[in-house]
């Protein structure tokens, strides 16, 4: 789950390096110091993508690949979420249903990746590796007009060409591709069952070569989306929405970010979100009260507090609607961390 900031931030990398890299950990740290800034208030967009950009110079050698001996990168496993219990089947009313399962294995997809992001809920289930050597992202949504309004997250011209009707496995689907650069983003798109839809993003030669991958997704199994903390405190009639989490291979970024949405059946809904605190933590001390917690104003529309080893953020509006601030106070007050950030068997 990516902020405008983000957004921004990746499009600039791409244009200015001419290829693909994962922007993930600088766009962390540029967050970070753009946070002591007060760069999140939505008047000052502009501005804050200027001096985060500032920021960026200073931490660029951060780009996945370049790491040091005393940071060793753990296997590619680590990447994967832990096993949920499975009939082995996926039924269409359960895809993006439930904001705890991921409804499918992505083995095939993980290699070359140093960060994946899985995410689940409101009617999408999705995952996505980035790497220095291997890109893709797959997608099952419950209709096919909420892969139609997915927006691209992988780096191309921008010039998708004409649609081929192709088979995966014993299904019929479509696909096209993007150039991008001397690569081609192809994008396969199928039914693995009547009911709903799936989606393969990955960079390929040919298009026979990205139809297999595609055809090497599994269904058979389900994964739990965990985050290292739980919301205890949530609204009446509210409700989880929606679980999402960025993992690395690094032994020092193993968590890089893990987002909780609550909402209810009237429209509202609100982010909570937590990431590693910085090594200096200069935030000023919170004067709003967060349960056991102090908790302080970012701008009009974030709530955000320190309870270590993590910095955590309420959004009430862009990655929220409708919710009070009082409202949001009362959901921080219930946060609960995890024992270990580190151990995924603890979350």
């Not at 649609?163 to 014993?170: F, H, I, P, Q």
């Not at 949530?234 to 970010?257: K, Q």
């Not at 909402?263 to 349960?291: E, F, I």
């Amino acid at each position: 789950m990516f902020s405008d900031l983000d957004e921004q931030l990746a499009t600039t990398l791409r244009h200015r390096a001419g290829g693909d890299i994962d922007p993930t950990p600088i766009v962390r740290q540029a967050r970070h110091r753009g946070r002591r800034l007060r760069l999140r208030r939505r008047g000052l967009i502009t501005g804050g993508v200027a001096a985060a950009c500032v920021a960026l110079t200073s931490v660029v050698l951060a780009i996945p690949g370049v790491r040091s001996t005393d940071d060793p990168v753990m296997p590619v496993a680590a990447l994967m979420l832990p096993e949920a219990q499975s009939d082995g089947t996926v039924r269409p009313e359960e895809v993006g249903a439930d904001a705890a399962t991921v409804h499918f294995t992505t083995d095939t997809l993980v290699n070359g990746a140093d960060f994946a992001t899985w995410r689940t809920g409101r009617g999408i289930e999705s995952v996505e590796f980035r790497g220095p050597s291997g890109q893709a992202r797959f997608v099952l949504a419950r209709t096919e007009a909420l892969l139609d309004g997915l927006q691209q997250t992988l780096s191309s011209q921008g010039r998708p060409q004409g649609r081929t009707e192709v088979r995966v496995g014993d299904r019929s689907g479509v696909a096209w591709f993007d150039p991008s650069g001397d690569r081609k983003l192809w994008i396969v798109r199928w039914q693995p069952a009547d009911g709903f839809w799936a989606q393969v993003e990955t960079y390929a030669t040919t298009l026979d070569d990205a139809t297999g991958t595609a055809s090497r997704m599994r269904f058979d199994r389900a994964h739990r989306c965990v985050v290292p903390f739980r919301l205890e405190s949530l609204p009446p009639e509210g409700r989880l929405l929606e679980c999402s989490v960025t993992l690395g291979r690094s032994a020092r970024d193993f968590f890089v970010e893990g987002a909780l949405v609550v909402g209810d059946a009237s429209g509202r809904w609100l982010t909570v979100r937590a990431q590693p605190a910085p090594a200096r933590d200069d935030a000023r001390p919170g004067d709003l009260v967060a349960g056991p917690y102090r908790a302080r104003r970012q701008g009009s529309d974030v709530l955000e507090m320190t309870v270590k080893p993590c910095v955590v953020e309420a959004f009430r509006r862009g990655w929220g609607n409708g919710y009070t601030e009082a409202e949001g106070l009362a959901i921080l007050g219930g946060y609960r961390p995890a024992r270990d950030l580190d151990r995924l068997e603890t979350w």
